[in-house]
């Protein structure tokens, strides 16, 4: 079974950068999409970044430009750089991966995922 394990820094000032890590167990399948979701306080759960099995990557506009998605060669770790962090990105940050590649309109909804990770959480103070 799958498991998806996240780590990062927890804390940070606004304007700083932090990168969180995503260590996951196995690569059993041969297509995937692999993904940084976050849920913020009193926020619905939103895609943030995601890479697929063709190291497309796809990004949400609110960090379009301050977050870079990535994958180690081993691709067993997945990592999110985030540069220019502000207040709206405090959030619980989750690693999901799916089975297969769904149709790339969807990379960012959390409903094409099936192994999630425990989240790691982001502070970022003003």
């Known amino acids: 079974l799958l498991q998806l394990v996240e780590s990062g820094v927890g804390s940070v000032q606004a304007r700083g950068s932090l990168r969180l890590s995503c260590a996951a167990s196995?690569?059993?399948?041969?297509?995937?999409?692999i993904s940084w979701f976050r849920h913020p306080p009193g926020k619905p759960r939103a895609g943030v970044a995601c890479i697929d099995t063709e190291r497309v990557t796809k990004y949400a506009d609110s960090v379009k430009g301050r977050f870079t998605i990535s994958q180690d060669n081993a691709q067993n770790t997945l990592f999110l750089q985030m540069n220019g962090l502000h207040s709206d990105d405090t959030a619980m940050y989750y690693c999901?991966?799916?089975?297969?590649?769904?149709?790339?309109?969807?990379?960012?909804?959390?409903?094409?995922?099936?192994?999630w990770g425990q989240g790691t959480r982001v502070t970022v103070s003003s």
């Open positions: 196995l690569y059993t399948y041969i297509l995937y999409v």
């Open positions: 999901a991966q799916s089975i297969g590649m769904p149709n790339p309109l969807w990379y960012l909804s959390s409903n094409e995922y099936t192994y």
